[in-house]
């Protein structure tokens, strides 16, 4: 067999929509040449690569027909060890696109062939190729994919879902299966939410408090704030530096970054727990903190003080050499400036460094913070509280308080990553009477489909610095992987659509018709999520 680039590469360039049920949709998909006929996948196929660049993705590919299949296909590097057998081609050439991760499918009645200019391409193609497998076990030896040839590449650069395992703290496990999740709807950022009010979940090696008394409550809210009690029962966790590198090697393998969020200067609780002479109150005792929406009540704000600055390099100096990621979130929102107002402290620096007020500290301490992390060659992401007071240099916006923040940043010509609470916060109920406890707002499904990113008020250059989006999974009232899985699904394949697929693409009417194949695949992968899909529209 003569595998050639033309072979590999060849896609017709006016395609039509496909009856194929991807999601994300592709840029362009139409059926195959032979219409009526179907690749036929067994244990005689092949998987081919013509560079090790593409070993993950062609194991991620027969891992995951292997579990869910029980068919177990080889890699090769031989062309010539292809025969006569059917074979699934992954082919990398780096002169085929500028843009990495463009990729082109086509699936042909004896063979796969799929083309990148880099190995991530190759991954979201393999994403592909697991969508057009049948979305049920169908107790054969052989699996057929009906002939479809595809274009596609993505929208924004920026695609990202978040996860906060300070409220409640999930394991290793969880978090690479949650990352095979983003990695299945072709996401490509986890922002991972380690410290909050509610528990540290990091190993910082210089300071061992953090881990011994940072990361455990001794107790927590009973019922939707503000409860009818609390259950007493310690609780906490946290990930050790080697977890740590396993869960970001396991993201590498799946071309998705993992940025890492470390909260400054608020939601701090768990930190004055263990070094109180941090806040601004270091003769009151502070808890980590047992109840939600609390940072008015109890004081969780760090002093500006040098002690306070080493103790955050400190910190930043272990994450930043744990995480390749080229970004570290430093949070930055909901800052209680009421405990900066009482502090005798905190007033002075204001009048020595002649700020404004309140908030031009919190842009002083992010300024400062930015500083050093620009130091070692990262930037900063932080909420778009990091606005208040003035913004850092060099910093990514991450908008959460509606577009506003995002706008101004864009304006500023800084990147923005769009993350409006009212479309995309997952923690929100999905139903107006959901099936379990959630936060107490609504978000339906068909709001998350319908969010364009781009904000109409932008003009078409301000436009090109937002960066991307991301969807939020808060934690207060999710306990367990069921229940995150629940809050998730489907919502995640509308933002992946919103992220990746060309606006024009967007039909929520066909969504809907392709979900039902999805959710088919859900029960395939023992995704728990809610039924009432099946039936509500």
Known sequence: MRITLSLVLLILISLKVSAQDIIPAPVEMREG?????RFSLDKNTVIFINTLQAQPSAQFLSDYIS???NIHLPIITDIAKIGSRQSINLITNST??????KYTLSVLPTIINVGSSSPQGIFYAVQSVIQLLPSGTNNTDKLAIPTVEIIDYPRFAYRGM???????FFDVNFIKKYIDYLALHKLNYFHWHLTDDHGWRIEIKKHPKLTAISAWRNGTIIGLYPGTGNDGIRYGGYYT???VKEVIKYAMARYITVVPEIEMPGHNMAVLAAYPELGTTPAIPTQVAQTWGIFNKFNNVLQPREKTFSFLED???????????PYIHIGGDECSKIWWKQSAFAQKLIKEKGLKDENGLQSYFIHRMEKFVNS???TIIGWDEILDGGLAPNAIV???????????AAKQQHKVIMTPENSMYFNHAQFMKDDSLTAAKFLPLKTVYDYEPVPAELTPKEAEYVWGGQGNLWSEYIANPAKAEYMLFPRLDALSEVLWSPKSKRNYIDFRRRLKTQFKRYDLLKINYSKRYLTDQ
Do not use: C
């Open 33 to 37: 040449s032979f219409p009526n006929e």
């Open 67 to 69: 579990k869910h299949y």
């Open 96 to 101: 085929i696109y500028t843009n990495p991760d």
């Open 162 to 168: 978040h996860l906060d395992v300070s409220r409640h």
């Open 241 to 243: 530096q080697e977890e």
């Open 315 to 325: 910190v930043l100096t272990e994450v930043m050499e744990l995480f390749p990621s």
């Open 376 to 378: 070692k060659g990262k």
């Open 398 to 408: 991450m908008s959460w308080r509606g577009e506003k923040g995002g706008i101004a």
